[in-house]
């Protein structure tokens, strides 16, 4: 194994940022150490360095171990961290990401809050997938109903572009080999996608669990924002992994799905599509996730108004100490 590059120590303002990060790094069968602001993953083959700033999600397969250093960098430095299966396609559990602004979270709060306003979103959502079709006026259930016809007819097209014998969509949870191999790759290739919108939903310190399409889960939100990708992203690039062969689908799907990722620059779009649809007026270029990367904790006063904190605000100015600054 090689060292893939070494940096110098970083400050918070000096993170990279989530949508130049690298889209996801997979690791079975290796113990993580820390050597500096990196991380090692050593096994029998040698110990390879990985730069932990650059890391937008790390995937631990099976027979990983990882030390309380790592954690502790990778926390530093805002990777996202979760404990997968075997194939890497079944999750586990997760680290939490570094975030250090509430706007994005209170921006999702208030749009989930109301009725109305999280109905607009689930069909901004629509209209980001499918832009051909107008979801305006549209009920829930016929954005459901919509969506639902839009992927199957999309496992159709692809399965006829690919040549691959097309049965109907089969997982069964916990049994990734009970499925034919096209059905393998589809779900290896989700399974990474949540992985990776798990990272830059955190990352931008996003709520998980508040979900506009998705509901009643931990990781509703994760699914919505993972699902503006499924049809243009990762289906097809399951299909093409099961049409080369049978043999090895999943470590195949995954890496098939990251140059994929690197090639159409998803991060970068993961990060601007979230935040147009939780703050319109901040999506584009102008507006980096770097500029939501303050450490300012505020206390909330009367009329929507924001003071200071660390200060006592029963008299005369006194720094009382803030834990958090």
Same mark, same amino acid.
């Given at each position: 194994?090689? =060292?893939v590059s070494?940096?110098?120590?970083?400050t918070p303002?000096?993170?990279?940022r =989530?949508d130049?990060?690298?889209?996801?790094?997979y690791l079975?069968?290796?113990?993580?150490h *820390?050597?500096?602001?990196a991380?090692?993953a050593?096994?029998a083959?040698?110990? =390879? $360095?990985?730069?932990?700033?650059?890391?937008g999600t790390?995937?631990?397969?099976?027979g990983?171990?990882?030390?309380?250093? +790592?954690?502790?960098?990778?926390?530093?430095t805002? /990777?996202?961290v979760c404990w997968?299966?075997? $194939?890497?396609?079944?999750?586990? /559990?997760?680290?939490?990401?570094l975030?250090?602004s509430s706007? %994005?979270?209170?921006?999702?709060?208030?749009q989930?809050?109301?009725?109305?306003s999280?109905?607009?979103?689930a069909?901004?959502m629509y209209?980001?997938r499918?832009?051909?079709?107008?979801?305006?006026?549209l009920?829930r $259930?016929?954005?459901?109903?919509r969506e639902?016809k839009?992927v199957?007819?999309?496992?159709? /097209?692809?399965?006829a572009?690919t040549?691959?014998?097309?049965?109907?969509r089969?997982?069964?949870?916990?049994h990734f080999?009970?499925?034919?191999? @096209?059905?393998q790759a589809i779900?290896?290739?989700?399974?990474?996608m949540?992985?990776?919108?798990? +990272?830059v939903?955190?990352? %931008?310190g996003?709520?998980p669990?508040?979900g506009f399409v $998705?509901?009643?889960h931990?990781?509703?939100?994760?699914?919505?924002? +993972?699902?503006?990708?499924?049809t243009?992203i990762?289906?097809?690039?399951?299909f093409? @992994?099961?049409?080369?062969?049978e043999?090895d689908?999943?470590? #195949?799907?995954?890496r /098939?799905?990251?140059?994929?990722?690197?090639?159409?620059?998803l991060?970068n *779009?993961?990060?601007?599509?979230i935040?147009r %649809?939780?703050?319109?007026?901040?999506?584009?270029?102008?507006?980096p996730? #770097?500029?939501?990367?303050?450490d @300012?904790v =505020? %206390?909330?006063?009367?009329h929507?108004q924001?003071?200071?904190?660390?200060?006592?605000?029963?008299?005369?100015d006194?720094?009382?100490?803030d834990?958090?600054?």
């Amino acid at each position: 194994m090689s =060292t893939v590059s070494r940096r110098p120590a970083l400050t918070p303002r000096e993170l990279t940022r =989530t949508d130049e990060r690298l889209s996801f790094v997979y690791l079975e069968r290796c113990t993580v150490h *820390r050597d500096a602001n990196a991380i090692t993953a050593q096994d029998a083959e040698g110990t =390879t $360095h990985i730069p932990s700033a650059t890391i937008g999600t790390l995937l631990l397969g099976p027979g990983t171990r990882i030390t309380h250093q +790592a954690m502790s960098v990778l926390g530093e430095t805002g /990777a996202a961290v979760c404990w997968v299966g075997e $194939h890497g396609v079944r999750y586990y /559990a997760s680290g939490r990401a570094l975030s250090r602004s509430s706007a %994005l979270m209170e921006a999702q709060a208030r749009q989930w809050a109301n009725p109305r306003s999280r109905l607009a979103v689930a069909r901004t959502m629509y209209r980001l997938r499918f832009p051909d079709e107008d979801p305006a006026g549209l009920t829930r $259930h016929e954005l459901l109903g919509r969506e639902g016809k839009r992927v199957k007819d999309c496992y159709r /097209a692809q399965a006829a572009r690919t040549g691959i014998t097309w049965r109907g969509r089969r997982y069964t949870p916990g049994h990734f080999t009970s499925g034919d191999p @096209v059905n393998q790759a589809i779900t290896a290739a989700a399974q990474c996608m949540y992985g990776i919108t798990h +990272a830059v939903v955190t990352s %931008l310190g996003c709520s998980p669990a508040l979900g506009f399409v $998705h509901s009643s889960h931990e990781l509703s939100f994760v699914l919505d924002i +993972a699902d503006l990708y499924k049809t243009e992203i990762g289906i097809p690039v399951a299909f093409d @992994v099961a049409a080369q062969n049978e043999e090895d689908v999943g470590s #195949r799907t995954r890496r /098939a799905l990251r140059d994929r990722i690197n090639e159409t620059s998803l991060l970068n *779009r993961c990060v601007n599509d979230i935040k147009r %649809l939780l703050i319109p007026q901040t999506a584009g270029p102008s507006s980096p996730d #770097r500029d939501q990367d303050v450490d @300012v904790v =505020t %206390l909330q006063s009367d009329h929507d108004q924001q003071v200071a904190s660390g200060v006592n605000h029963d008299g005369p100015d006194e720094d009382y100490g803030d834990e958090l600054r």
